[in-house]
């Protein structure tokens, strides 16, 4: 199994990225992963690539981070421009039990889905 | 709150209950009175039209005998007039200050209905020196007077009829005199109803002021009272709601918070069950294991957090000095803590608080401290202060550790709030330190710089 696909996993928890990371790379094949504590470095990352941006990134992102959380990552990454949202497909990935997160994320038109921890792959595979 | 309706004290609240009371009760008094004088001038009134009527029958039946000198005719005047002189006798029984009685029996002969006689011995009473009443009763004495000479005429005319000596130029003189009776008593008989009834007009008249204004007071105070509460309502209702939403939050962010480690076991577990590499595997253990001591750890916050808001103030005996080497002691197995030194520097141990408690405060700084040591130091450092001021006790706990950011220094109290660092702590330690220090009415705060250390500064009374 191998994807064209680069990752951006955007996750405070280390363990978690640590997991996420790891099943993208066995379950799925995937070979360029990238890692975020929060949503401002994740927005730094998305930058500093510039012209280096690949054809199809795949963001997953969790809800509940310190200084910039998934919610407001999704606020900011709404100024970016055009190209860079179209290549991009948003995914959140938390443990949130909260309906109005629930919510939240189900309305957001840059998210596709709200999936719950740890990263069902199959099914991720089946939106990308 | 609202500060508009935070003024309505309890204290207000009551005054406006009592001008309530106060409005209804002097509503009740001045009807009840208003009643009692209006049925005494109604009863003077109809007292006045008996004798007008008594007399003025009495004159007839006194001209009728001048003209037939036939006896009945004069019997019948004396029986009209006895309804004039029962009055009369009245009247002088009052103003003498006689037994009711003796008054009674002259209303009665004056025509006047048992059931009226109360209320014209109450109206005579309590109103003869007032000025409508003085002026009707000088009308009557008058009147009486009148009604005297009347008699007197009759009888000096009877006893002429009975000797036959009556003459025609008597008979006119007579005829004369009684017409001037009948008109006298006729003007002062007027005046009598129309002095006790602009008396009762007047009463009406106040009365129904004062009936506006204390209804209106009424109406006023009431609707005051049932805003007051209205509103108390809306703020208990909004307090609740509050109250509400808070608890919705905290389950969320606990619930959250207690599954957030069970989806990172999870993960582990589905990496480590592909994973041939021992090491690796052991690796993903040891994360476990990680993992689970923090869910641990914000279990027993959430216990300590129950436990504070719950449980009762139990002050007795802490021997500061003991308490913190049992923190010290619990704590000197956490990573990197046998690097630390601690030191104490406590001038006044002993404290008259909530044993429990402090050390709840102290668990969670002392552990804070060593948790956010900063390994690029050559020397770590706590240093443990406690010295008594202003009558309080002051306890200072001091690290040169990570240090916090300035903007954080509000914030760390807060319920939740975790600065972002690599320990992910679950936002409850701080904040139960804070709700403890203040259930045991201190105070605590923080001076810290980033990447110099801080220092937690608790006060707490000394009593």
Redesign the interface.
Known sequence: MKTDHKFLIID?????Q???Q??LK??LGAVDVAQA??GIEAMQWIRDQKSNLPDSLVILLDV?M??MDGFQFLDAFESLNEDVKKMTKIIML?????P??IEQAEAHKNVIQLF????PVKELQALI | MNPKISSFTPRNVLVLIGVIFFASAVLIVINYYTILITSGVRAYINGESQYSKGQKDASRNLLLYLDTRDTLYFNCFRKELRVNIGDSIARVGLSAGADDSVVRAGFTAGRNHPDDHNALIWLFKNFRNISFMKRAIQLWKEADYIILQEYRLAEEAHHKILRGQLTAADKAQYVVKITGFTTGLTIREREFTGVLGAAARTVNYWLFITNVIMTLLIIGSASGYALVMIQRLREKNADLSRTNTELDKFVYSASHDLRAPISSLSGLIEIAMVENDVNQIKSYLALMKTTLGKQDEFIREIIDFSRNKRTIIHRKEVNLDTLFDQVIARHQYMPGAHDIIIRKEITDPILWSDGLRLEIVMNNIISNAIKYHDRSKEEKYILIKSYRKNGMHVIEIADNGQGIRKEFHEKIFDMFFVTPNNQKGSGLGLYITRETVSRLKGSIRVESESRAGSNFIINIPAV
């Open positions: 405070d928890n280390e363990v978690d640590l997991v996420t790891q099943l066995k379950d504590g929060n509940r310190p200084l938390s443990s949130t039990l909260d109005r997160d719950s921890k740890p990263l």
